[in-house]
């Protein structure tokens, strides 16, 4: 009985120390994935299906996984409430035209941001999201107004050579929504457009920002008019800055 008492003692105890091995084999992962660099996104579709939001998030959240990132992607705003999730991710990205927001799930968002986490996202997934939502808009820094002529051919004209999100590229034609926005001055705009006045002759000439990144608290916030439906990231200069932006955003570039 003696025997058998201390052969189910020392059965305890390595069943014990063999659960803290693999705990701590998982915590060494976990931390070994930290040490090595390795990064998350939370990519956050919805809105009007006109943007092909999910389509858009197929392009980049595949492309992030195979720089390394772990990704998830969630068709809710309600992920905004995870805070224990938010808190985790180096990067938000948003596709989400128009719609709404609760004040809970903006106030969510923007702390986050604000604490540093980065914030990145394209044409009316990010620059047209909530409407009424002015200190939303703040933080992005801009919110769409117009595109006079609907889907049409224009040229961006890249205006910052040395920022690495530009950085090689060329000027390049789209054949696309040119987005007239309301920008925030403090904005570096990296890439801009020009209105002709054909569709709207009171706006003949005006410079437009198109490409810019900012900061909001110690959060980094990048921005693309570009991607009006998933095909226009079909012009490798618009995918690129995309992918490079994502990038900068969360400190990886």
Not at 75 to 91: F, G, I, R, V
Not at 137 to 162: C, L, S, T
């Amino acid at each position: 009985m003696e025997k058998n008492h201390y052969d189910r003692r020392d059965f305890m105890k390595h069943s014990v120390a063999a659960g803290m091995a693999a705990s701590l084999t998982a915590n060494g992962v976990l931390a070994a994935e930290r040490q090595q660099g390795k990064k998350s996104a939370l990519f956050v579709w919805g809105g009007w299906d006109g943007h092909e939001p999910k389509q858009c998030v197929d392009i980049f959240a595949p492309w992030l996984e195979s720089q390394g990132f772990q990704v998830e992607v969630s068709n809710t705003l309600d992920s905004y409430l995870d805070k224990d999730k938010m808190m985790s991710q180096d990067l938000i990205v948003q596709c989400v035209t128009m719609s709404t927001i609760t004040g809970e799930q903006e106030k969510a968002l923007l702390d986050t941001i604000q604490s540093g986490i980065g914030l990145t996202g394209w044409h009316g997934g990010l620059g047209d999201s909530f409407r009424q939502n002015t200190n939303y808009q703040f933080m992005v820094g801009g919110q769409w107004v117009a595109h006079p002529g609907g889907v049409i051919d224009y040229e961006v004209n890249i205006i910052d050579h040395k920022d690495p999100i530009t950085k090689g590229l060329a000027d390049f034609k789209m054949h696309s929504e040119q987005y007239y926005m309301h920008v925030d001055p403090a904005n570096e705009v990296l890439a801009s457009t020009t209105f002709s006045g054909e569709h709207a002759a009171w706006i003949d000439g005006v410079v437009m920002p198109v490409v810019w990144k900012k900061m909001y608290g110690k959060g980094r916030v990048f921005y693309s008019s570009l991607g009006h439906v998933a095909r226009d990231f079909d012009v490798p200069e618009a995918r690129e800055i995309m992918q490079r932006g994502m990038l900068w955003a969360c400190h990886s570039l």
